[in-house]
């Protein structure tokens, strides 16, 4: 079935091709002469857009295909532009995600870090000891009520608000102060109209860092939490996802928006796999030993990245008001 006309790309990625690069310098030390240089194009931000516009015959956009490059953060900049793109009418529907694969020059530079987990992340655990390195790809697709209306189609859930902002703190450490990450989740219930006690699950970036993990926490508390004489006495139930997908880096965003989708359909949070000993110094509501099953009207989905980059996304079984 050919793509409507006014169909946009939006995507992340961090790794770009490098992975195949790889393969090429591979080749390139046993046989110069025979080394597959075609490799080397796939080094290309823009090249997942194009073949995905080749598989599925976008010959034409109204606007040229965008590729977000802000690592953790890019697939939630990617939905951000494309339901902007959407709501300002220069397109109708919007091909928006993220995708990643394994490399070694990324599981290299976190090992350089001292960041990686041997045995897996353990989010919001008190022997935290860094995070797990994935690969993958989420792609929504988005598309204005009108244009679902004409196709005949009820939408999985609604993008209810966006929030973005950065603090460039440090280029690689998250502001402990967490001031511009809770800025953001307060942009996005804004926008979503929603007040902090009408989020019903949170899923957190939660990367198994001692800092992120620590930084989350307090941006968290600083929402929906500030004058509770606890953390749990107010914060929506949370976990991350981590453990069971890896960190996926610029398709995070994607895969997690995904998966606040799915708990929104079947009314059922996934659990904080793989924290055996939750921090108290974090005081978090984790869903523990098994997944949460509750009526989930709303989803706010947290990511945090390098350069101090900070986003969070509202999504809700229905369009607006009352959730």
């Known amino acids: ?33 025979t080394a597959d240089t075609a490799l080397m194009r796939r080094l290309q931000p823009f090249e997942v857009g194009a073949l995905i516009a080749k598989r599925h015959g976008i010959a034409h956009t109204p606007i040229a295909p965008q590729v ?12 951000a532009a494309a ?3 959407i709501a300002l009418g220069e397109c109708d529907l919007a091909i928006a995600g993220g995708s990643e694969a394994l490399c070694r020059v990324v599981l290299s530079g976190f090992h350089a870090l001292k960041v990686v987990a041997p045995d897996g992340c353990r989010p919001f655990d008190k022997n935290r000891p860094g995070i797990t390195v994935g690969e993958g790809a989420g792609i929504l697709i988005l598309e204005s ?25 440090h280029l690689t450490a998250p502001d402990p102060g967490a ?15 929603l007040a902090p006690d009408q989020i019903d699950y949170i899923n957190a970036h939660g990367t198994g860092t001692r800092d992120n993990d620590a ?46 989708i799915k708990a929104l359909r079947h009314n059922c949070a996934p659990l904080n796999a793989g924290s055996t000993e939750p921090d ?13 099953s509750k009526p ?18 509202v999504f809700s079984r229905e369009a607006g008001g009352a959730p």
Do not use: W
Not at 228 to 257: D, L, M, N, Y
Not at 296 to 313: C, D, I, P, V
């Open 296 to 313: 989930l009207r709303t989803a706010l989905s947290t990511n945090f990245a390098f350069g101090g980059n900070n986003t969070a996304m």
């Open 215 to 260: 930084m989350e926490t307090a941006a968290l508390r600083a929402v929906f939490a500030s004058h509770a004489a606890t953390a749990t006495e107010k914060i929506p139930p949370v976990s991350s996802t981590k453990r069971s997908t890896g960190h996926t880096f610029g398709a995070a965003a994607a895969i997690e928006a995904i998966l606040c």
């Open 1 to 33: 079935m050919p793509a409507p006309q006014r169909t946009g790309i939006f995507l992340a990625t961090t790794v770009c091709g490098m992975d195949q690069t790889e393969r090429f310098y591979a080749q390139y030390r046993v046989n110069p002469e």
């Open 179 to 193: 001031k511009q990450a809770a800025r953001a989740i307060r942009d996005a219930l804004r926008r979503a109209a």
């Open 280 to 292: 108290p110094a974090l005081d978090l509501p984790i869903i523990r030993g098994e997944s949460l």
């Open 145 to 169: 009520a009108a244009h679902a209306k004409q196709r005949g189609v009820a939408p999985l859930a609604y993008v209810r608000g966006v929030g973005i902002t950065c603090d460039a703190y």
């Open 83 to 85: 339901a902007d793109a």
């Open 68 to 79: 977000c490059l802000t690592t953790c953060v890019g697939s939630a900049m990617a939905i």
